[in-house]
């Protein structure tokens, strides 16, 4: 099982950032795909999952609104896009497969 994600990225506030996940090693279809993130000096905080067989989708209440998650499955791709960032969005995004494998990770810096 690989999780593979997309590289760094900066953005100004009020931007929107968009990362990719691409799995390979397993059916896509058959286990959801987590999205969690690592802020500088703070914990892990899950922010929502799909379902990449029908793309339905659970969002933590703090990102309701301003996350989106979708997942390709012509490419066993998955994705975040998160807009309207802020500074406290500056953190290491990850992706999750059947809550054992991760992506490397994404860092994304939100800084004007």
């Known amino acids: 099982v690989q999780l593979v994600q997309s590289g760094a990225e900066l953005r100004n506030p009020g931007a929107s950032v968009k990362v990719s996940c691409k799995a390979s090693?397993?059916?896509?279809?058959?286990?959801?795909i987590d999205w969690v993130r690592q802020a500088p000096g703070q914990g892990l905080e899950w922010m929502g999952r799909?379902?990449?067989?029908?793309?339905?989708?659970k969002y933590a209440q703090k990102f309701q609104g301003r996350v989106t998650f979708t997942a390709d499955t012509s490419t066993t791709t998955a994705y975040v896009e998160l807009s309207s960032l802020k500074p406290e969005d500056t953190a290491v995004y990850y992706c999750?497969?059947?809550?054992?494998?991760w992506g490397q990770g994404t860092q994304v810096t939100v800084s004007s």
């Open positions: 090693g397993y059916t896509f279809t058959s286990y959801y």
């Open positions: 999750n497969a059947m809550g054992a494998y």
């Open positions: 799909i379902d990449p067989v029908d793309g339905h989708t």
